[in-house]
């Protein structure tokens, strides 16, 4: 059998399929040993012990697993066009961030990647998403629409088309170019040292207009920090070898210390705002991240592969932020696996508890992506599409502490099924 592919369902007769497993992670409700979860017309309908499901039940198709039944991952930061871009190759330590970022423009202009290429790999990118337990991601790209035109897997994709333009004559093209985008487009910035505030508060109002997600990369480098607060830094001298630098940063009239508070002076903080890596942030910035109800996603593993530092999740779930996990893209991470993400956040913040890494990657991405009503946790009334993994290590687990100990710090299971009805 193909460890990859949907568990097969016969015609519901009765109507309610029950689904029996020996550990049952709801992720919003304690896990469950010798665990159930009932399914009827393509939702979850309950969720409990075996023998009380059973119970209630007890006309129910019965439908055996191995392992554990936990809710499918979100991946809430990718560009899957950069797919093909896999020997961009990690910063050395005498290398700044903007090294990097030229590296990738270089690869990127001199077109050696065909188009078909690039569509070839993310569409692979995205299967292997699928093969390994996500079921929903948040897709960045530059290319409108996204060059995922047949989406070959199962995993629901929001796209974003990323702007980008850090001078008056970058904003007057874009302003323009905006006010032309069908609304069947959703659009965003991409970060704050490449984006004029002009364009960003366009782009948000557009966001506000159209009601879609608002995203953007903040804080990722402490050469961006030095940027916003005094103008100097590599992105400076970025800009100026490449003739986009006009004084734009630090802008007139925004006193920050900070990326968030930047955005704060901006009037950007609302509970819209997906505020994605946040490594170089302040408490009082993730304090003020917490109160306006903002989103945040971490990328730890592309964070390492930069070598941009840490982000202080410790901080954000102190102040009451369930961040998101995202991989960003191959050309900056060593592989996009969510397991893995989880596994760097596991030794990079040992404090931290297994079930908060857990829910970051299911729940925490859900309601990033504003889609918690289906995903992110096995409870009445979400969709009946969830994960049934199992592996030797799994296989050997005799309490909870161990079973959470195992799923995110044991890398990708051996065995991932999917359950979906309806």
């Given at each position: 059998m193909?460890?990859?592919?949907?568990?097969?369902?016969?015609?519901?007769?009765?109507?309610?399929?029950?689904?029996?497993?020996?550990?049952?992670?709801?992720?919003?409700?304690?896990?469950?040993?010798?665990?159930?979860?009932?399914?009827?017309?393509?939702?979850?309908?309950?969720?409990?012990?075996?023998?009380?499901?059973?119970?209630?039940?007890?006309?129910?198709?019965?439908?055996?697993?191995q392992g554990v039944l936990l809710p499918g991952l979100v991946n809430a930061h990718i560009h899957l066009e950069l797919s093909a871009y896999t020997h961009i190759t990690d910063s050395a330590p005498d290398e700044t961030f903007c090294d990097w970022i030229r590296s990738l423009l270089q690869v990127r202009q001199e077109g050696g990647i065909a188009p078909e290429e690039i569509i070839s790999a993310a569409q692979q990118m995205l299967q292997q998403q699928h093969d390994t337990g996500v079921l929903l991601l948040l897709d960045i790209g530059n290319i409108p629409p996204s060059p995922l035109a047949t989406n070959p897997s199962?995993?629901?994709?929001?796209?974003?088309?990323?702007?980008?333009?850090?001078?008056?004559?970058?904003?007057?093209?874009?302003?323009?170019?905006?006010?032309?985008?069908?609304?069947?487009?959703?659009?965003?910035?991409?970060?704050?040292?490449?984006?004029?505030?002009?364009?960003?508060?366009?782009?948000?109002?557009?966001?506000?207009?159209?009601?879609?997600?608002?995203?953007?990369?903040?804080?990722?480098?402490?050469?961006?920090?030095?940027?916003?607060?005094?103008?100097?830094?590599?992105?400076?001298?970025?800009?100026?070898?490449?003739?986009?630098?006009?004084d734009t940063f630090p802008p007139l009239g925004i006193d920050s210390h900070g990326a968030v508070e930047y955005l704060e002076r901006l009037g950007l903080l609302t509970a819209d705002l997906l505020c994605v890596h946040c490594v170089q942030v302040s408490e009082k910035e993730v304090q003020m991240l917490a109160a306006r109800g903002c989103k945040v996603c971490l990328c730890p593993g592309s964070n390492r592969f930069l070598g941009v530092g840490i982000a202080p999740l410790e901080q954000m779930l102190h102040h009451q932020l369930l961040p998101a996990l995202g991989t960003d893209s191959i050309?900056?991470?060593?592989?996009?696996?969510?397991?893995?993400?989880?596994?760097?956040?596991?030794?990079?913040?040992?404090?931290?508890?297994?079930?908060?890494?857990?829910?970051?990657?299911?729940?925490?991405?859900?309601?990033?992506?504003?889609r918690e009503q289906d995903f992110g946790t096995l409870a009445p009334g979400r969709k009946a599409s969830f994960l049934n993994v199992d592996s030797q290590l799994l296989q050997g687990v005799r309490n909870e502490e161990q079973l959470l100990d195992v799923l995110t710090g044991g890398g990708c299971p051996s065995t991932i099924r999917w359950v979906i009805e309806g």
């Open positions: 193909d460890p990859f592919s949907p568990i097969k369902n016969a015609p519901l007769s009765p109507a309610v399929s029950l689904y029996l497993a020996p550990w049952v992670v709801p992720i919003s409700s304690p896990v469950i040993s010798d665990g159930a979860v009932a399914l009827a017309n393509g939702r979850i309908l309950a969720v409990g012990s075996s023998a009380t499901l059973r119970a209630q039940f007890s006309e129910a198709r019965i439908e055996r697993c199962s995993v629901q994709v929001i796209f974003l088309l990323e702007l980008l333009g850090p001078n008056a004559k970058a904003e007057e093209q874009l302003l323009a170019r905006i006010a032309s985008l069908p609304d069947s487009v959703a659009a965003t910035p991409h970060a704050l040292y490449s984006t004029t505030p002009g364009i960003i508060s366009a782009l948000k109002q557009r966001a506000d207009r159209l009601q879609h997600l608002f995203s953007l990369h903040v804080a990722e480098s402490a050469d961006e920090i030095e940027l916003l607060r005094n103008g100097q830094g590599c992105f400076r001298s970025f800009l100026e070898e490449r003739g986009a630098w006009e050309a900056s991470n060593e592989t996009l696996d969510l397991w893995r993400e989880m596994r760097i956040l596991r030794e990079d913040h040992p404090r931290v508890s297994p079930t908060k890494i857990l829910a970051m990657a299911t729940l925490g991405g859900a309601a990033a992506l504003e």
